[in-house]
């Protein structure tokens, strides 16, 4: 092989990794209705429950925001951090250790793909939860909220990595692991009400959850009636604690994924499946 | 150690131990190397050859840096494979059979893509080469095909593909003919000659339990069982050590197990037997021809009639019951899979 230098070879791997999730994805048409149907679904029982006890209007438009955003979450969550899981079992996991390039370059790749795919589901969770129930949205500042939906999105994708590479260890672990983790964090980072009801301790933990500070500070910054006693704390506050979790999550990942995989070398976990 | 050898191991040993509550059940270690030293030439096609457990993988995970050996060292293209993981894998490339890598809403052209950008090929000139190799497998007309429709034999083609796609300085290729059909294993076997016959500079070490497939391939082979390797020479010295012995093939109806008849007897030098419905098969490997009446007789004595005796040309299969002591088909019994 002629030789390539490495920053080519890490974008190539960035974009080769990517595409599956890009182009891919779109083809198993199922997904409009697991992704956005059911999402809806759950969205539209919240919705019910707010119309029933007569909550301030501004809370459909949290719950429709909140059901956008878990779309993130669930991508995280199964196609971050179990997916080198299934990639060990179907063997795409020893050939992305022979080959060449970084593994971080892989995991960004997945990240990168996820996003794009996930955002056209979000995007439709929004448009049609908006039009089915009469959401009006008043965008406070663009700059801080483009910000805080990036910073959010690089964070939590950044704890996806991080996560990937401890569970390039467990075998059907992974699964359960997944599973444990999905309902009690749509609960604590406040998916369908505002995170501040569940008190500041608790909200301050689950501050560890990018998702949590991102949905707080989208609402602030999309629904003013967030800016009065629901808020947890200012746009900006959440933004900067983001950008640190960020930088957090992508640094722990990368020492993570060389330290575990040199541990799934050793422990021969790298490519024994079924396991 | 200096480049000069592709691939060279001194006293490689790995040791997989059973998790805790699967240790209750069998033994605590599993010694799957055991002091395995060899060296490969560039350009050569080194075989590795063995029953099902015999190390042949675990030896391939360790050269391809997916596995740590337990103690002993290795180097491929010169590179320490513990010390420099990642300066091994700028030289390696590596296909195993029963593959079942990629992802199955690609289409087979979009997955080879994929994986070239692992090695960070420009698009158009993968592209042209993904064409080349796609026709030479026979699957130019499934370039567009989603991989979850091709069948076993195509999808391996594809792997296949996948790796030369890059031509490796060195290529790992692990039992690539695994549950392939006669004529598409004749396929890859052809590919692989034919590769390494334009590019005098690439070295493939090739595992495998085939041993025709080992004979007709490989420029030396490596006869491992039990993570030892027994035997280590080109395919025509190893068969040219056993020419002073008479080696025959007997087929015996009447008689389950000839083993009791033969068992003992200093005239016959080793001895491998194989089930079929209506008899057994018998190799026989004797220190002279005319040790052969007398072994009729005893398998005569034992009950047995004589369907059909064959006097064959030593075989690698020969070679391997020869070094082993046993029968290829009866270490594959009691084989598991490292």
Known sequence: ?275 | MSDSYAIHTEDLRRVFRAKRREAKKQKREIVALDGVSFSVGRGELFGVLGPNGAGKTTTIKILATLLSPTSGRAWVAGVDVAADPKGVRRHIGMVSGGETSGYGLLTIEENLWMFSQFYGMDTRAAKARIKELLAVVGLSDRSRTKIYHLSTGMRQKMNFVRGFLTDPEILFLDEPTLGLDVQTARTLRAFVSNWLAERRDRTILLTTHAMHEADELCGRVAIIDKGRILACDAPAVLKRGLQSEAIFRLRIADLADAHTAVAGRVDVSRFAQTAHDEHIEVDLILTSDGALPDVLASLQSAGGRLLSLEKREPTLEDVFLHVVGHGFEDAQREGGGA
């Open chain 1, 1 to 275: 092989m002629r030789s390539r230098s490495a920053w080519t070879v890490f974008w190539r791997t960035v974009l080769g990794r990517a595409y599956p999730r890009i182009i891919g994805a779109q083809r198993e048409k199922s997904w409009v209705f697991f992704e956005i149907f059911l999402p809806l679904l759950q969205v539209t029982a919240y919705v019910y429950i707010y119309r029933a006890i007569e909550a301030p209007p501004e809370f459909i438009g949290f719950v429709v925001l909140g059901g956008a955003m878990s779309a993130y979450w669930l991508n995280v969550l199964w196609s971050m951090a179990s997916q080198l899981y299934w990639e060990k079992e179907t063997g795409n996991l020893e050939l992305y250790i022979v080959a060449p390039t970084s593994r971080m370059a892989i995991l960004l790749g997945m990240a990168l793909g996820g996003m794009f795919a996930t955002t056209l589901r979000a995007i439709a969770v929004i448009t049609i939860g908006m039009l089915l129930f009469h959401v009006s949205m008043t965008v406070q500042n663009v700059p801080v909220l483009l910000g805080v939906f990036v910073t959010t999105l690089v964070a939590l994708y950044g704890l996806g990595m991080l996560l990937s590479s401890l569970f390039l260890l467990f075998g059907r672990e992974a699964w359960h692991l997944s599973n444990l983790l999905q309902e009690p964090v749509s609960l604590v980072s406040g998916f369908y009400f505002p995170v501040r009801a569940l008190g500041q301790v608790v909200a301050a933990a689950a501050s560890i959850l990018p998702i949590t500070l991102g949905l707080d500070a989208m609402r602030q910054l999309l629904f003013p009636a967030m800016l009065g006693d629901l808020r947890f704390l200012s746009p900006e506050v959440e933004l900067g604690i983001l950008a640190g979790l960020a930088v957090l999550f992508l640094i722990l990942a990368r020492r993570a994924l060389g330290y575990f995989e040199a541990l799934a070398r050793r422990e021969g976990r790298l490519s024994i499946r079924g396991q």
